[in-house]
């Protein structure tokens, strides 16, 4: 039981990962209203990408 909630736990950081890679400059228009968004969607990127790694070896390290 327990593998299948990490399994799940790591798909849903997967899918927000993933999102936040491809869509960072929409959301940094709607969730920030500063004059700056270029470090702020750069900063998306990159949480997004470690939410993958994270989400990636919760799934395949999961036996």
Do not use: H, P, S
Request: glycine letters at 12%.
């Amino acid at each position: 039981m327990i593998q299948i909630v990490l399994r799940v736990v790591g798909l849903i950081f997967l899918m927000y990962g993933t999102i936040m890679v491809y869509d960072a400059r929409i959301l940094t228009r709607k969730w920030f209203g500063f004059g700056d968004q270029n470090e702020a969607t750069a900063g998306f990127k990159i949480l997004g990408a470690i939410f993958c790694l994270v989400g990636a070896m919760i799934v395949f390290f999961n036996k």
